[in-house]
């Protein structure tokens, strides 16, 4: 069983940052490969980014390349999403997930566990 706990969520203007954080319980983290999606008001959960069990391996939707970057510390059971040049569009809650194993996926179905998610929203 896992828990997680998102947390960083925020406004923020266009053009600007947020880092979201996704604490973890149990000491078996590092057997999970994460990923982060949101979900905007009215609109289909959205893969985001995943990263595997060591770190080695990410992979970003189209939509958030090269703005976002995905990283763990696997020390301290913590998932990260580092958001940048933010754009309205972005406005959503963001939730973390974890996936048993080594593999990264991008579908929601994929994923065994869930937070609760943090809003994010992105002014013009």
């Known amino acids: 069983q896992v828990q997680l706990v998102e947390s960083g969520g925020g406004l923020v203007q266009a053009g600007g940052s947020l880092r979201l954080s996704c604490a973890a319980s149990g000491r078996t983290f590092s057997s999970y490969a994460m990923g982060w999606f949101r979900q905007a008001p009215g609109k289909e959960r959205e893969f985001v980014a995943a990263?595997?069990?060591?770190?080695?391996?990410?992979y970003y939707a189209d939509s958030v390349k090269g703005r976002f970057t995905i990283s763990r510390d696997n020390a301290k059971n913590t998932v990260y999403l580092q958001m940048n040049s933010l754009k309205p569009e972005d406005t959503a809650v963001y939730y973390c997930?974890?996936?048993?194993?080594?593999?990264?996926?991008?579908?929601?179905?994929?994923?065994?566990?869930w937070g609760q998610g943090t809003q994010v929203t992105v002014s013009s």
């Open positions: 990263i595997s069990w060591s770190g080695g391996s990410t």
């Open positions: 997930a974890a996936r048993y194993g080594t593999r990264i996926a991008t579908t929601a179905d994929e994923y065994d566990y």
